[in-house]
């Protein structure tokens, strides 16, 4: 049987579609033309008409009876290199999970049937300087724990050490909790133990001297300044927070020049004025007394309060209230707790810096001068009825600010007063001087 197709090729060679990519034409897909088209696939195409071509077609056998179906042709089989890559593939998967089976069975049989972990790596870590792990391991030698007997009662406190003489500074508070000093037992970063005697201490600084005698190897703490100190810089602060010795907090310094009163008549501490460093450095009780660092590992400051969360403290910069840090604590400028270090240390007493006023301690908005202490010569720069607003350009809002801020000058200094006096501000330079007196609180 034959049947007459028409192509739609025009009359000649045939030519290879374009998406056969094999070289040899249609022959490397597994087609193959006949001998006299093979032959003719080397002549140029001829455009004519549509060829007709003459296609054999097999007789298939017809099934008899009614109702029989023309059998469809069957499925071809999958392509038998699919099934090849296949089983190539799980040959090799299985290939590998069974040497990493038989790899963990001759390293467990080589340690006596057990998997033993490799330890990490004992190099030496290198830190460089400034980092807060490379200043404590400077400093730590030089921190004491003060534990402190009064009146039945103990205490626990921080210090530093001074010198090689054995001269350890801390709070007056820490020393005297109740009023009175306690006996006094020092635990240095070795864990030895040595009982301390008192040298000085002076309750309107909150600051006070101790001493170890007969131990050798002491480290003295560098001591550098508040002055060079910016708002912003790196601290870190090391004490005994609730007893836990050697804990090591880090922050920045907050503000500077915060004055503050610290306890109080109710205390048994005493009242003391500050004009602290303000720190966001964790401190809570225990760690007073122990040094604030800048990032060379010098003492900046003593760290001695922190404010209180509890809404029902009469005192919320008490030395003797229990809360914990909520970032907000304060310590005393390394520059002005050694000038009564060393007034401590030479004559047992520290003496005050003052400003020759006496201010109204109720008044609020400033420090409104109530007298005048009389002046050698000249007409005193302060007048009665004057109130203070700054001090040297840090504001003062009562005479609890401007007794904080006195107080943590130096004595021979001038300093500026922003003074409001009928209704004009003036600016009036106003020289500080030092007494032994202990007077009122409002005594300046």
Known sequence: MVVEVETGL??????????????????????????????????????????????????????????????????????????????????????????????????????????????????????????????????????????????????????????????????????????????????????????????????????????????????????GSADRIEVGDPVVAIGAPFGLQGTVTSGIVSARDRPLTSGGTDSGAGLAYLDALQTDAPINPGNSGGPLLDAAGTVVGLNTAIRSADSDSSDPFGVTDRSGSIGLGFAIPVDQAMRVAEQLINTGRAGHTVLGATVDLAYQGGARVTAVAPQAVGNPALHPGDVVVALDGAAVTSGDDLAALVRGSAPGTTVVLTVERDGETRELPVPLRSTQRDGDADSL
């Open 10 to 223: 025009p009359p000649g060679p045939v030519m290879s579609p374009r998406w056969w990519s094999h070289p040899d034409g249609p022959v490397g897909h597994g087609f193959r033309l006949p001998p006299g088209r093979a032959a003719a696939a080397d002549a140029e195409p001829v455009p004519s008409a549509f060829e007709t071509v003459r296609v054999p077609v097999p007789r298939v056998p017809l099934p008899r009876g009614p109702g029989r179906a023309v059998p469809v042709a069957p499925r071809p089989a999958p392509r038998r290199p699919v099934r090849i890559a296949m089983g190539a593939v799980a040959a090799v998967l299985s290939a590998g999970l069974l040497g990493g089976c038989i790899g963990a069975l001759v390293q467990g049989t080589r340690q006596g049937g057990r998997i033993t972990l490799q330890p990490a790596s004992e190099a030496p870590v290198r830190r460089s300087p400034g980092t807060t792990a490379s200043i404590v391991r400077a400093v730590l030698p030089g921190v004491v724990y003060l534990s402190v007997n009064a009146s039945g009662t103990t205490t626990t406190g921080t210090g530093i050490v001074l010198d090689g003489a054995g001269h350890i500074l801390t709070n007056n508070h820490v020393v005297a909790p109740q009023g009175s000093a306690g006996r006094t037992t020092v635990t240095f970063s070795t864990g030895q133990r040595h009982p301390a005697a008192l040298v000085g201490r002076d309750v309107a600084s909150d600051l006070a001297v101790l001493q170890v005698k007969g131990v050798a190897g002491l480290h003295p703490l560098a001591l």
